[in-house]
Structure formats: C-alpha cells, structure tokens
C-alpha cells in the first residue's frame, strides 16, 4: 500500500494544482460575477483538496485495516474481466494504424472549433421561480385614477389566467416610500401555483399584460430584480455621457454631439436618450407685478403650490393609524389652467389680487425623472458598432468630439458596462495564457517530458467538446451550472490522463512484459477498470437531473448534468483510445522521464566517464562464419595490444 501510495502521490499532486488553476479567473470578474463565483470557486477548491487528502490519508489507511486478510491474488469483478479482452483487442486493432487516432483528433478538435465560437455567456441562471414581478408603465402624463383603473383590470385578467394562484399590486409612490415611481407605474406581484405548469403559465401572463397598446412592460423574477439593481450603467458598446447642470443647454449640447457622432464609420442606432417629457402646470411670478400689488413673491409660489400640490396640515389619528390631513384643490380646478390663474391671493391691505395678475401661469413639457451622475445632470447618446472593431469606432469618435464646444461645467465622458466588459475579457484572456502555459509546465512537472506533457496538453480540450456539444443543442448559452459539468469533466480528464501516460512509463521502465503496441495495450488495460469507475460513478449521479430537466429548483444542477454527461462520452473515448494511440504513435521509446527533462536548463548534471572501446587483438574472438575473428568480450585496449602475436 505504501508502495502505491508513493508511486501515486506526484501523479495526484500535479494533477490538483492543474484542476485548480481554471479556478483563477473567477477573482478577477466583475463585482457581480466575483460576488457569484468566488464562494463558488473556494467550495470548489477546498472540495477538491479534501479528496486528495482523503485519497493519501484515509483511503490508504482503510485499505491496510480492511484489505490486510484479502487473499494475494488480484480479484475482478465479472464485466471488468468480461471487458479487458474484448477492451485490448479493439484497442490492439485501433493501434496498428495512426490513421484512426489521427482522424478522431482531427474530428474533435474541428467540432470544437465550430461549437466553441457559436455559445454565448449567461451571468446568472435562470431561475423558475414561482413569485415574479410585472412592470407596467404608461406614457408620461397619464393620470393616477387611470392608472388604478389599468392597473386593477391587468391583475384581473393575470388572476384569470389558470395556473396564477395570487396577484397584488401598488401604484405610484408611497409619501414615505424610498422607491422612485411616477403615477404613471405601478407593479404587480403574481404568484403561480405549484402544480402548473410554469413555462404555459408565464407565457399566457405575457399574453395578457402585452395586450395593453401602449403599455410598457416587463416580467421578471424577484432575483432578476435584485440582481439588475446591482449592475449600472449601460450595455450598448458606445456610450457618450454629457454632463451638465441646465437642462436646456444639456439638450442642445446632446444635439451637437449627436450630430458630430452620426458620420463616423462602423456606428448604427446612433441616438440621444433623452429624458422623457410630460405635461405640467408652471407658475413664474411676475416680479414689478407682485410689487405693485404689495405682496411678496414667496406669497405668489406658496399660494399656487397649495392649489396644484397640497401641503399637510396635520395629522388624523384612528386605530393607531396616523394620516396625514392634505389641503390642495379639488381634480377639476388643479387640473384646469384657467381655473390656476383665476386663484386669488390676499393683500396686504386686505384686498385679493389673481394669480393671473401677478404671474405667468401656463403648461410646459416637463422631464419626469431627472437623471444624475455624481450629483450632475446627465443625458446618454449611445451607438452600436458594425462592421469595425469598437476600439476603431471610439478612436474616431473621440475625434469627432474634439470639434464640438462645451460651455463651462459642461462635459462629456466614454462610458458604457460594455467597455468594463472589454477589459475583464482582456484580462480574462491574459489569464487563460497564463493558466495555460502553467498547465503545460505542470504537466511537464508530472512526467519529466516533454514529448509526454504536449501528448496530454492537446488532448485535454477534447475531452471537454462533448459537454459544449451538449450545451450548444440545449440552447447554446454557458451558465453557471453548465461551467461546474465542464469543471467536472476537466477534473476527471486530467487525472484520467496524468495517471495512464504514468502508467505507461512505468511498463516501458521496465514494469511490463510486453512490446510496442502490447505494452501500450497492457497499460490501457490496467486503467480500464478506474477510468470506467470514475465516468460510471459521475455519470449515475448525473442522469436523474438529466432525466428530471430543468424543473423549479434544477436550474443549476440540470445544465450541469448535462454537460457533464456530454463532456463524460468524449473525455471517456480520449483516455481509453485516443491517448493510447496517439502514446504508441508519439511517445512510445522516447517517453523516459531523462528525455528532455526540464530540469537540465538549470541542473548541471555530470556525465558519466565514457565506456573502453572493445578492440579484441588477441584473435580470441568467436568466428563470423568468413574466417574472420570477432571480438568475444570487452576489455581495455593496452591489455589486447599486449596479447597480439610479435
């Protein structure tokens, strides 16, 4: 047991560090992926540790304990022995060419190729939850009343459709409440039941809120909701962000950098999101006006400010219930411009003057919702690229933009979550070549070859394109779910590998009985058994998730097992076939672990002094068959000189 144990702990050392380097990148994601992945990636790694120490420790101990009155003789199950010759005389076929192995490269890596380009990132799963959110917004200016009517009929028809077992909803703002919302929106809250089905059921609540002409909406879940509170800014790959404290000036300013914007090459969908405007009641006082009636213009903005807005006048106490008392006009004389300007409002002198009279009272468009950026206004114009890389664009837009003038406390700035995106995929990309070049070292580490460690370094991606295979038909997109089954599967083609290229130095040092294809079929067959343990073992605890899809509750564990079975198929055929041929093929007689050894560029090694030429003199050699002496044995050249005849 010790024996093994020694022999197996590099193989397992090296084959650890190497499933623990994709784990690097998740610490250098954005806040919204590290907060996600990083708890993820330490279970992982810490998961991954415990086994290696279990497997060294426990395991080794167990086996003395358990195994120490087991009879000498190896024992196998009946399918493993049923397997082994039927196993070696395929794999003795498959390796009497290199054409099979080369073509079973050449196909996986091609599918790769193709598959790999055509998926596309998912941030977060998506996750089938039974209580999700609905937001309705009118066009601005709607009023409250009739955005509690529209409001009260959706939840009507949304608690018709079958399968919803609860809607709620609220309107506007509350006078406390800490949410942004205009009376023109309002949210309802649907709860599904248990028993429905979930994919029918949310399709026919779509149906019904996009029923409503006019009406923007949008369904989501509690979670998407949290999450998209957390990311800011914008995802368009070109966004220019003016500032400005005037809104005026910050329009025209937008205008002119719209239009300097709209020639440059490579730039589609070009436009300025502008706040969105609504109707409303503005009151502007006259100020020699106001004077010559004798009163003051705060009186002027507090009088009209009561009409069209309320002020609280105290509080009424019920129940334990506090509401506040609000004086304000009634609907149709806030709501009527006529009726603003004919208020009247006290004199000093005790007599009344019109609002009308002493100011300018009419309706202006009006932003609903003022946008603000480090306590400045600000007004997006944003652009999407074709045809031309987005570093070229932003290169020329910036151009652009040094020929348009801007007053003072106004600028403008590059900003977009696309750009943050840009530079964690560089980085996420330095990183790659940094962990693969620490793979190959690593594995150069483990066999002390070269030849050995490039063999395995090109193989282990093709274990993986089954399990992109997999993903791309299920929809093409890699979730969280789906990167652990590939994380799985890469863990299990690394040792996979590791061990049986180990496997087969050992026989070609001497271990094994056999040559060439033999020996390679002898060590293929050793690893049959483990290698067949392991996909079995992973895969039975795949398939119910398979089998169950991705109900409620599956949305991380179903896609991961299915492309953990995927990736299982190939990373399967590469360690049982393909790894063996392509040893035989590459690295049979040249897989010794002196053979470039990388510890030759720093390690002086001292060669050994260079054997005695064997000259045989003496005419004692054994014949050739032509008359001819051969020399019999080796011995120093002054001893043969010595012996030859005078």
């Given at each position: 047991v010790v024996e093994a144990i020694v022999r197996a702990r590099a193989g397992l050392l090296f084959a650890t560090l190497i499933i623990l380097l994709p784990l690097v990148p998740v610490f250098f994601l954005g806040h919204l992926g590290a907060a996600l992945g990083r708890p993820l990636a330490l279970s992982y790694a810490l998961a991954l540790l415990a086994s290696m120490v279990v497997a060294l420790t426990v395991a080794p101990a167990l086996s003395v304990m358990l195994l120490a009155r087991a009879g000498a003789a190896p024992t196998e199950s009946p399918a493993i022995r049923w397997l082994k010759p039927r196993y070696g005389r395929l794999l003795s076929r498959a390796t009497k060419s290199s054409r099979p192995a080369l073509l079973t490269f050449a196909v996986l890596a091609v599918l790769g190729a193709i598959v790999v380009p055509q998926l596309r990132q998912s941030t977060l799963p998506t996750f089938k939850e039974t209580d999700f959110l609905i937001d309705?917004?009118?066009?601005?200016?709607?009023?409250?009343?009739?955005?509690?009517?529209?409001?009260?009929?959706?939840?009507?028809?949304?608690?018709?459709?079958?399968?919803?077992?609860?809607?709620?909803?609220?309107?506007?703002?509350?006078?406390?409440?800490?949410?942004?919302?205009?009376?023109?929106?309002?949210?309802?809250?649907?709860?599904?039941?248990?028993?429905?089905?979930?994919?029918?059921?949310?399709?026919?609540?779509?149906?019904?809120?996009?029923?409503?002409?006019?009406?923007?909406?949008?369904?989501?879940?509690?979670?998407?909701?949290?999450?998209?509170?957390?990311?800011?800014?914008?995802?368009?790959?070109?966004?220019?962000?003016?500032?400005?404290?005037?809104?005026?000036?910050?329009?025209?300013?937008?205008?002119?950098?719209?239009?300097?914007?709209?020639?440059?090459?490579?730039?589609?969908?070009?436009?300025?999101?502008?706040?969105?405007?609504?109707?409303?009641?503005?009151?502007?006082?006259?100020?020699?006006?106001?004077?010559?009636?004798?009163?003051?213009?705060?009186?002027?903005?507090?009088?009209?400010?009561?009409?069209?807005?309320?002020?609280?006048?105290?509080?009424?106490?019920?129940?334990?219930?506090?509401?506040?008392?609000?004086?304000?006009?009634?609907?149709?004389?806030?709501?009527d411009v006529t009726a603003v300007r004919n208020l009247l409002i006290d004199t000093p002198n005790g007599g009344q003057v019109r609002l009308g009279d002493v100011a300018r009272v009419d309706v202006q468009p009006s932003p609903n919702v003022i946008q603000r950026d480090a306590v400045s206004r600000y007004v997006d114009v944003t652009a999407q690229v074709r045809g031309r890389s987005r570093s070229a664009v932003l290169a020329d837009v910036k151009d652009r933009l040094q020929g348009v003038k801007f007053p003072l406390e106004y600028r403008y700035e590059l900003v977009s979550n696309f750009a943050d995106r840009g530079a964690i995929e560089?980085?996420?990309?330095?990183?790659?070549?940094?962990?693969?070049?620490?793979?190959?070292?690593?594995?150069?580490?483990?066999?002390?070859?070269?030849?050995?460690?490039?063999?395995?370094?090109?193989?282990?991606?093709?274990?993986?394109?089954?399990?992109?295979?997999?993903?791309?038909?299920?929809?093409?997109?890699?979730?969280?779910?789906?990167?652990?089954?590939?994380?799985?599967?890469?863990?299990?083609?690394?040792?996979?590998?590791?061990?049986?290229?180990?496997?087969?130095?050992?026989?070609?040092?001497?271990?094994?009985?056999?040559?060439?294809?033999?020996?390679?079929?002898?060590?293929?067959?050793?690893?049959?058994?483990?290698?067949?343990?392991?996909?079995?073992?992973?895969?039975a605890f795949f398939v119910p998730f398979a089998l169950l899809g991705d109900l409620p509750g599956h949305e991380i564990v179903s896609p991961m097992a299915s492309a953990g079975l995927g990736g299982l198929v190939t990373s399967t055929i590469v360690s049982l076939f393909l790894l063996p041929a392509l040893y035989h093929r590459f690295a049979y007689g040249k897989a010794s672990m002196d053979d470039l050894d990388l510890r030759d560029l720093w390690v002086e090694t001292a060669q050994p002094p260079a054997p005695p030429v064997a000259i045989d003199l003496t005419g004692n050699g054994d014949g050739d068959g032509n008359g001819h002496r051969v020399p019999s044995e080796v011995g120093a050249p002054s001893e043969a000189l010595e012996a030859w005849p005078s």
């Amino acid at each position: 047991v010790v024996e093994a144990i020694v022999r197996a702990r590099a193989g397992l050392l090296f084959a650890t560090l190497i499933i623990l380097l994709p784990l690097v990148p998740v610490f250098f994601l954005g806040h919204l992926g590290a907060a996600l992945g990083r708890p993820l990636a330490l279970s992982y790694a810490l998961a991954l540790l415990a086994s290696m120490v279990v497997a060294l420790t426990v395991a080794p101990a167990l086996s003395v304990m358990l195994l120490a009155r087991a009879g000498a003789a190896p024992t196998e199950s009946p399918a493993i022995r049923w397997l082994k010759p039927r196993y070696g005389r395929l794999l003795s076929r498959a390796t009497k060419s290199s054409r099979p192995a080369l073509l079973t490269f050449a196909v996986l890596a091609v599918l790769g190729a193709i598959v790999v380009p055509q998926l596309r990132q998912s941030t977060l799963p998506t996750f089938k939850e039974t209580d999700f959110l609905i937001d309705l917004e009118a066009p601005p200016g709607t009023s409250l009343p009739e955005m509690d009517r529209v409001t009260a009929q959706a939840s009507h028809e949304v608690r018709a459709v079958p399968g919803v077992r609860d809607v709620g909803a609220h309107v506007g703002r509350a006078i406390t409440g800490d949410q942004v919302s205009n009376p023109n929106g309002s949210e309802l809250w649907v709860s599904l039941s248990s028993t429905a089905d979930y994919d029918d059921t949310l399709a026919a609540v779509r149906r019904v809120i996009k029923g409503y002409p006019g009406i923007e909406s949008d369904v989501k879940t509690y979670s998407q909701a949290k999450f998209g509170d957390l990311q800011t800014g914008t995802d368009e790959p070109v966004v220019v962000r003016v500032y400005g404290p005037e809104l005026n000036v910050l329009r025209t300013q937008t205008e002119a950098v719209t239009k300097a914007m709209a020639g440059t090459r490579g730039i589609g969908n070009l436009h300025a999101e502008l706040p969105t405007q609504e109707p409303t009641i503005q009151v502007e006082v006259n100020l020699d006006a106001a004077k010559a009636a004798g009163i003051k213009p705060g009186d002027v903005r507090r009088a009209a400010a009561v009409l069209v807005s309320g002020v609280t006048a105290g509080s009424l106490f019920e129940e334990q219930k506090v509401f506040d008392v609000v004086v304000w006009g009634t609907p149709a004389t806030r709501q009527d411009v006529t009726a603003v300007r004919n208020l009247l409002i006290d004199t000093p002198n005790g007599g009344q003057v019109r609002l009308g009279d002493v100011a300018r009272v009419d309706v202006q468009p009006s932003p609903n919702v003022i946008q603000r950026d480090a306590v400045s206004r600000y007004v997006d114009v944003t652009a999407q690229v074709r045809g031309r890389s987005r570093s070229a664009v932003l290169a020329d837009v910036k151009d652009r933009l040094q020929g348009v003038k801007f007053p003072l406390e106004y600028r403008y700035e590059l900003v977009s979550n696309f750009a943050d995106r840009g530079a964690i995929e560089h980085r996420l990309v330095l990183l790659g070549i940094g962990i693969a070049i620490g793979t190959f070292l690593l594995l150069q580490a483990a066999f002390a070859n070269w030849r050995l460690a490039v063999l395995h370094f090109v193989t282990l991606p093709l274990a993986l394109v089954g399990g992109t295979l997999v993903i791309l038909i299920g929809g093409g997109t890699i979730e969280l779910g789906s990167v652990a089954g590939l994380l799985a599967v890469f863990a299990i083609a690394v040792r996979n590998g590791v061990v049986l290229l180990q496997r087969f130095q050992r026989l070609e040092g001497g271990e094994g009985n056999g040559l060439g294809r033999d020996l390679v079929v002898q060590g293929a067959r050793d690893r049959l058994a483990p290698i067949l343990l392991t996909a079995g073992g992973t895969a039975a605890f795949f398939v119910p998730f398979a089998l169950l899809g991705d109900l409620p509750g599956h949305e991380i564990v179903s896609p991961m097992a299915s492309a953990g079975l995927g990736g299982l198929v190939t990373s399967t055929i590469v360690s049982l076939f393909l790894l063996p041929a392509l040893y035989h093929r590459f690295a049979y007689g040249k897989a010794s672990m002196d053979d470039l050894d990388l510890r030759d560029l720093w390690v002086e090694t001292a060669q050994p002094p260079a054997p005695p030429v064997a000259i045989d003199l003496t005419g004692n050699g054994d014949g050739d068959g032509n008359g001819h002496r051969v020399p019999s044995e080796v011995g120093a050249p002054s001893e043969a000189l010595e012996a030859w005849p005078s």
